[in-house]
């Protein structure tokens, strides 16, 4: 059965043709909500622009086209939850890289905005970007069309990225370095870090659409064990992957000591226990009909980055 699933998720050139499209459509899109980076403040802006725009698999905003798919939704209704999440996660980068985080030189590739820049500009993109994030929600006319459902997104999108979501998890995981962790803390902290993102993506959604409350409960239940098998996996290129398949230093858990999937329950069980979060992701969307196969194909590829 799991060989019969994993062939089906591999297999799937129409749906990939579509994450294929809405990248493509994401990447023409982005661009028109940043400011002019030819004004002032003109390295602000520059520096916004630059890790903005430096690529990536744009995984988070393919999630919320996603779930908008299976709720019936155009993409034109979700281009600024999706815009504005992805601001939200490149600010998060912009500082994880920073020296007093996790002190990285490369990301997506390329350098990280504080070596490409400085280290007050890179703060300052960040915080720029997490604030116009924000801008975008509360001016998009797709949402203030329906403004009890806007501020929803809004408190949803603060609640995912601070102290008890992305934020308060960057903090429990700063903390456990050089720790000795069991599985179900580590799992806690990427909860926090890591899937808190991930399932407001698939969530935003729903409330827009104001979906029913079975179909909230699955979308959150996907994308909770989706964000956190797409960590664990993530966990595991630290330590099998290279810096031209991540973008980023390999082997960087392990210089610092940090806790990590593989260092706390092995390669091998690291690999069956992404498969599992995977498995459990597929089978919480049945509740939901609809056209699921590109949440199918994203449960699929969070655990074969591979291309």
């Not at 392990?254 to 498995?279: H, M, N």
């Amino acid at each position: 059965m799991m060989k019969n699933l994993s062939h089906r998720l591999s297999e799937m050139p129409e749906t990939e043709a579509i994450i294929r499209a809405w990248q493509t459509r994401f990447e023409d899109i982005l661009p028109a909500y940043l400011p002019d980076p030819s004004k002032a403040p003109r390295c602000l802006y520059e520096a916004m622009h630059y890790s903005a725009t430096a690529g990536g698999k744009r995984i988070r905003p393919l999630f919320v086209y996603a779930s908008g798919r299976v709720l019936g939704m155009e993409e034109s209704q979700l281009d600024a939850i999706a815009v504005a999440i992805e601001f939200i996660h490149t600010y998060s980068l912009i500082h994880d890289d920073l020296p007093s985080m996790d002190d990285d030189d490369l990301r997506r590739g390329q350098p990280s905005c504080h070596r490409k820049f400085d280290e007050a500009t890179a703060i300052l993109a960040g915080d720029a970007l997490q604030a116009l994030a924000f801008e975008i929600l509360a001016t998009d006319s797709a949402l203030r069309t329906f403004p009890e459902r806007q501020t929803a997104v809004i408190l949803g999108l603060a609640r995912a990225c601070g102290a008890g979501g992305m934020a308060g998890g960057q903090v429990l995981d700063l903390a456990s370095i050089g720790a000795q962790l069991t599985q179900d803390q580590l799992e806690d902290i990427h909860a926090y870090k890591t899937g808190a993102l991930i399932q407001f993506c698939t969530v935003a959604p729903a409330i827009l659409a104001a979906a029913d409350g079975s179909r909230v409960t699955a979308l959150a239940r996907y994308g909770k064990l989706t964000g956190l098998a797409f960590q664990v996996f993530d966990d595991l290129l630290d330590v099998t992957g290279s810096s031209e398949l991540t973008g980023k230093p390999s082997q960087a858990d392990a210089a610092r000591s940090k806790p990590a999937f593989p260092s706390v329950i092995g390669v091998g069980k690291s690999l069956e226990r992404a498969t599992e979060l995977r498995d459990l992701a597929l089978a919480s969307l049945h509740p939901l009909g609809g056209d699921v196969d590109t949440l199918m194909w994203l449960a699929g590829y969070s655990v074969n980055r591979k291309r």
